[in-house]
């Protein structure tokens, strides 16, 4: 009895731990996200057409890693509000769903 309650309570703890650690991952994605959202918000304020070669190779890298299908196109030929869209596309995927949400 008392191995089967060790037992179960290690269970709970590894669970909780990927838990947290798939929040944390999941949240550090969703600010990295917003910040290069701003930064295209800040270049689309500013009447700006050329994207900044750090900017466009973070979004690239990010929308590689999460296999969004713009990731295929060359970086250099995708617009700020296409990258906006693949970003918002990936937010989109990271957020938590209830199972009282409309769609």
Known sequence: MIQETCTRIEELEDYWTSEIRARHARRNKIRDIDDMLNQFEMLNLADEQLIP????????????????????RNPVDVSIPDWMEALYDVQDGLMIRFPDDID
Do not use: S, T, Y
């Open 53 to 72: 070669g750090d900017l466009r190779h973070r979004v690239a890298a990010f929308i590689r890693a999460e296999d969004h299908p713009l990731h295929g």
